[in-house]
C-alpha cells in the first residue's frame, strides 16, 4: 500500500477530472459498465449510501459500494455485499497500475477511486453506490455518466474554501453530479438549495423527489428507532434501523426513496421484506455509535459521532438531547481540523462539558491541543481541560468515568476505534 501510505489524502489534492479520465480510458472506462447510484451531500451520505448498499445485497444483487474517509482500514472504503476489498487484493491493485497512476498525476482520492471502478468491474457487480468524496460537479467520482438515481442528501456550510462561501454556491457544486435526464432524490435542503437544482433541471430534463416521501410514526431508544414510511404509491410500517437521530430516519427515507425508483424500472427483487431487513443490518461507525470498552479491567460507555461541521453538530446534538443524555454534563474527548469550525463546535458542545480531553491527533491538519484549550477557556474554567499527548492516553484518563462522549473529527473517531480495538 506504499502509495497511499506516502501520499495522504489532502496532499496534492486539485480538483478537476483530465487526469481520471485519461487514467480510466485506459482501462476502457469500467465505470461506464456498471449501473451506478451516485450520492452526494455535506452529511448522511455514507449512511444512505449504507442503507441502499444493504437492502440492495438482501434483495441478492451483488452490490459494490465506495465510501469515504476511512476509519481504522483503507479497505474500508471498497466494499462489496458488505465485505471490504481484501487487503492483499487493494495492495496487488495498487501496485499494478501505479506506474500508469503516476504518469497520470493522480491524486490519492482519484487512485483510489479509479481502483474500486476497476474493481467492481472486474467482479462484475450488479449495481455500485458510489459516495462523492468533496462537493460534487470536479470530484473524481464524477466521471460517471448515467447513474441510474442521483441523491444529494442534505447542504450546508463545509469546505467553504473549496466549495464556496454561501449555500447556493455549494449547492451548485453538489448538484454537479446531476446528469441530464437524471432522477434526482434529495432530503431536507434548504429553498436556496433546492432553488439550485431546480434551475439546473430545467435544461436537464430531470425528475426530481424532494417532498414525494416521509417518515411518520417514529420512536427512539438506545438501541434503535422505528418509524413508517409514506410516499405516494408506498406505505412501509414497522421499519427499523440501528442508526440513532432523527436525521438518520430521514437518510433512510432518501434511501427508500431511491430504492422505489429502482424497484420501478427494472429491479424486481427489492420488496418490502428485503427493504425492512436491510435497513435494520446497517452499522455505521461513529454515528452516534453508543460502545462498551474496557481498559485495565475498568469499563465504561463511549459514545462516539464523527460529526465535525456546523450540520454535523446540531444533529449529534439534537439527538444527544432526545436521547436524555443532556441531563446532566459529560466527560468529552474533543478533536477537530484547521479548516472546520471549530470556534463554532467549541461554543455549542461547552455547556454540556463537564470535563474536557483535549488528545493530540495523528494529523497535520489537526488544530493544535493548545488552540483548543484556549478557546474552551472562554466558556469552561481551567481546572476542567485536559491536554494529553495522544488518543490512547485521552482513554486511559476516562477509563475511570461511567460515559465518555467523543464528537468533533472523523480522524479522531477512527483513532479511538482503532485504539479500542
Not at 247 to 270: D, P, T, W
Request: net charge positive; with cysteine; charged share 25%.
Amino acid at each position: 500500500m506504499n502509495f497511499f501510505e506516502k501520499l495522504k489524502e489532502y496532499e496534492g489534492m486539485t480538483s478537476g477530472l483530465l487526469r481520471i479520465k485519461r487514467f480510466l480510458s485506459i482501462f476502457k472506462n469500467p465505470q461506464d459498465k456498471i449501473k451506478i447510484l451516485h450520492i452526494a451531500g455535506t452529511n448522511g451520505k455514507g449512511s444512505c449510501a449504507s442503507f441502499i448498499a444493504e437492502v440492495l445485497k438482501f434483495s441478492g444483487y451483488k452490490t459494490g459500494l465506495y465510501t469515504s474517509p476511512h476509519l481504522v482500514d483503507i479497505e474500508e472504503r471498497i466494499k462489496i455485499n458488505g465485505k471490504n476489498i481484501n487487503q492483499n487484493v487493494l495492495q496487488g491493485y495498487s501496485q499494478k497500475y501505479l506506474k500508469k497512476a503516476l504518469d497520470c498525476k493522480l491524486s490519492y482520492f482519484e487512485y483510489l477511486t479509479a481502483l474500486s471502478f476497476i474493481y467492481f468491474e472486474k467482479q462484475k457487480v450488479d449495481i455500485a453506490v458510489i459516495e462523492t468524496g468533496l462537493g460534487g460537479r470536479l470530484d473524481a467520482t464524477n466521471i460517471i455518466k448515467n447513474p441510474l438515481v442521483c441523491i444529494i442528501t442534505s447542504i450546508s456550510k463545509d469546505h467553504q474554501d473549496i466549495l464556496g462561501k454561501t449555500v447556493s454556491k455549494i449547492a451548485f457544486e453538489k448538484s454537479g453530479i446531476i446528469k441530464k435526464g437524471s432522477v434526482v432524490v434529495c432530503g431536507k435542503l434548504q429553498k436556496t438549495a433546492i432553488d439550485v437544482i431546480k434551475n439546473k433541471s430545467k435544461n436537464n430534463t430531470i425528475k426530481l423527489y424532494q417532498k414525494d416521501f416521509r417518515a411518520s410514526n417514529s420512536k427512539v431508544n438506545l438501541r434503535c428507532q422505528k418509524f413508517d414510511y409514506v410516499s405516494k404509491s408506498l406505505y412501509l410500517k414497522g421499519l427499523q434501523e440501528k442508526l440513532l437521530g432523527k436525521h438518520q430516519i430521514v437518510n433512510a427515507c432518501v434511501a427508500v426513496c431511491a430504492l422505489e425508483f429502482l424497484l420501478k424500472n427494472g429491479l424486481k427483487k427489492i420488496n418490502s421484506r428485503n427493504i425492512k431487513n436491510g435497513l435494520q443490518s446497517v452499522s455505521w461507525p461513529a454515528r452516534f455509535e453508543i460502545k462498551k470498552v474496557t481498559i485495565s479491567d475498568r469499563s465504561f460507555k463511549v459514545v462516539l459521532d464523527g460529526a465535525h461541521n456546523e450540520e454535523g453538530l446540531k444533529a449529534f446534538l439534537n439527538t444527544y438531547k432526545q436521547l436524555g443524555f443532556a441531563r446532566s454534563k459529560k466527560v468529552f474527548i474533543f478533536a477537530a481540523m484547521k479548516e472546520k469550525n471549530y470556534k463554532f463546535m467549541v461554543k455549542k458542545i461547552a455547556p454540556f462539558v463537564k470535563e474536557i480531553v483535549l488528545p493530540k491527533v495523528n494529523n497535520s491538519r489537526a488544530v493544535s491541543t493548545d488552540i483548543l484549550k484556549e478557546e474552551f477557556l472562554k466558556y469552561i474554567d481551567k481546572s476542567s481541560i485536559c491536554t494529553v499527548d495522544s488518543v490512547k492516553n485521552a482513554l486511559n484518563v476516562t477509563r475511570d468515568k461511567r460515559i465518555v462522549i467523543c464528537v468533533g473529527s472523523l480522524y479522531l473517531a477512527g483513532e479511538i476505534l482503532a485504539n479500542i480495538q
